[in-house]
Nanobody, 117 residues
Protein backbone atom coordinates (compact mmCIF):
# COMPACT_ATOMS: atom_id res chain seq x y z
CA UNK A 1 0.00 0.00 0.00
CA UNK A 2 1.38 3.37 -1.03
CA UNK A 3 1.45 5.58 2.03
CA UNK A 4 3.05 8.67 3.57
CA UNK A 5 2.81 9.40 7.28
CA UNK A 6 4.06 12.62 8.85
CA UNK A 7 5.11 13.03 12.47
CA UNK A 8 6.98 15.47 14.70
CA UNK A 9 4.56 18.37 14.80
CA UNK A 10 3.60 20.13 17.99
CA UNK A 11 3.50 23.37 19.92
CA UNK A 12 6.70 25.39 20.10
CA UNK A 13 7.60 28.89 21.21
CA UNK A 14 8.85 31.49 18.73
CA UNK A 15 12.53 30.93 18.06
CA UNK A 16 12.22 27.22 18.77
CA UNK A 17 12.87 24.21 16.59
CA UNK A 18 11.04 21.14 15.37
CA UNK A 19 11.96 18.22 13.16
CA UNK A 20 9.25 16.74 10.99
CA UNK A 21 9.51 13.23 9.61
CA UNK A 22 7.66 11.68 6.68
CA UNK A 23 7.78 7.89 6.49
CA UNK A 24 7.07 6.37 3.09
CA UNK A 25 5.98 2.88 2.12
CA UNK A 26 4.67 0.99 -0.87
CA UNK A 27 6.83 2.54 -3.59
CA UNK A 28 10.46 2.88 -4.66
CA UNK A 29 11.31 5.84 -2.46
CA UNK A 30 14.73 6.54 -3.97
CA UNK A 31 13.19 7.17 -7.39
CA UNK A 32 10.75 9.84 -6.28
CA UNK A 33 11.13 13.55 -5.54
CA UNK A 34 9.74 14.51 -2.14
CA UNK A 35 8.23 17.80 -1.03
CA UNK A 36 6.90 19.45 2.09
CA UNK A 37 3.90 21.75 1.88
CA UNK A 38 1.98 23.64 4.50
CA UNK A 39 -1.47 25.13 4.82
CA UNK A 40 -2.51 27.69 7.38
CA UNK A 41 -6.19 28.31 8.25
CA UNK A 42 -7.85 30.37 5.55
CA UNK A 43 -4.85 30.22 3.25
CA UNK A 44 -3.88 28.17 0.23
CA UNK A 45 -1.51 25.25 0.52
CA UNK A 46 2.04 26.35 -0.28
CA UNK A 47 5.27 24.58 -1.17
CA UNK A 48 7.84 24.82 1.62
CA UNK A 49 10.74 22.68 0.43
CA UNK A 50 11.62 19.94 -2.03
CA UNK A 51 14.37 17.40 -2.53
CA UNK A 52 14.85 15.42 -5.72
CA UNK A 53 16.39 12.03 -6.37
CA UNK A 54 19.83 13.62 -6.66
CA UNK A 55 19.33 15.24 -3.23
CA UNK A 56 19.13 18.69 -4.78
CA UNK A 57 17.03 20.91 -2.54
CA UNK A 58 14.78 23.92 -3.08
CA UNK A 59 13.09 26.20 -0.57
CA UNK A 60 10.42 28.82 -0.42
CA UNK A 61 11.95 32.24 0.18
CA UNK A 62 10.14 32.61 3.50
CA UNK A 63 11.92 29.59 5.01
CA UNK A 64 15.38 29.85 3.39
CA UNK A 65 18.10 29.79 6.00
CA UNK A 66 15.73 28.44 8.67
CA UNK A 67 14.44 25.14 7.28
CA UNK A 68 16.43 22.19 5.94
CA UNK A 69 15.00 19.27 3.98
CA UNK A 70 16.83 15.96 3.79
CA UNK A 71 16.11 12.37 2.87
CA UNK A 72 17.28 8.92 3.91
CA UNK A 73 16.63 6.48 1.10
CA UNK A 74 17.57 3.46 3.22
CA UNK A 75 15.01 4.43 5.87
CA UNK A 76 12.51 5.69 3.25
CA UNK A 77 12.10 8.93 5.15
CA UNK A 78 12.23 12.61 4.38
CA UNK A 79 12.84 15.19 7.08
CA UNK A 80 12.17 18.87 7.56
CA UNK A 81 14.36 20.52 10.18
CA UNK A 82 12.77 23.80 11.19
CA UNK A 83 14.72 26.37 13.20
CA UNK A 84 13.97 29.88 14.42
CA UNK A 85 10.26 29.21 14.07
CA UNK A 86 7.89 32.14 13.80
CA UNK A 87 4.18 32.44 14.53
CA UNK A 88 3.57 32.70 10.77
CA UNK A 89 4.99 29.18 10.38
CA UNK A 90 1.89 27.86 12.14
CA UNK A 91 0.18 25.46 9.74
CA UNK A 92 -0.56 21.87 8.94
CA UNK A 93 2.50 20.43 7.23
CA UNK A 94 2.08 17.83 4.50
CA UNK A 95 4.49 15.47 2.80
CA UNK A 96 4.07 14.76 -0.91
CA UNK A 97 5.59 12.19 -3.24
CA UNK A 98 5.08 12.83 -6.93
CA UNK A 99 6.60 12.03 -10.28
CA UNK A 100 5.97 14.83 -12.75
CA UNK A 101 4.36 13.65 -15.95
CA UNK A 102 2.87 10.52 -14.36
CA UNK A 103 -0.25 9.82 -12.30
CA UNK A 104 1.89 9.05 -9.25
CA UNK A 105 0.99 11.69 -6.67
CA UNK A 106 0.63 10.80 -2.98
CA UNK A 107 -0.01 13.03 0.05
CA UNK A 108 0.26 12.31 3.73
CA UNK A 109 -2.50 13.27 6.20
CA UNK A 110 -0.44 16.12 7.67
CA UNK A 111 0.98 17.11 11.04
CA UNK A 112 0.12 20.29 12.92
CA UNK A 113 2.78 22.82 13.81
CA UNK A 114 1.82 25.66 16.14
CA UNK A 115 4.25 28.43 16.99
CA UNK A 116 2.91 30.41 19.92
CA UNK A 117 4.23 31.88 23.10
Amino acid sequence: QVQLVESGGGLVQPGGSLRLTCAASGFTFSNVAMRWYRQAPGKERELVAGINVAHITTYADVVKGRFTISRDNDEKKVYLEMNNLKPEDTATYYCRAAVIGTPFDVWGPGTQVTVNS
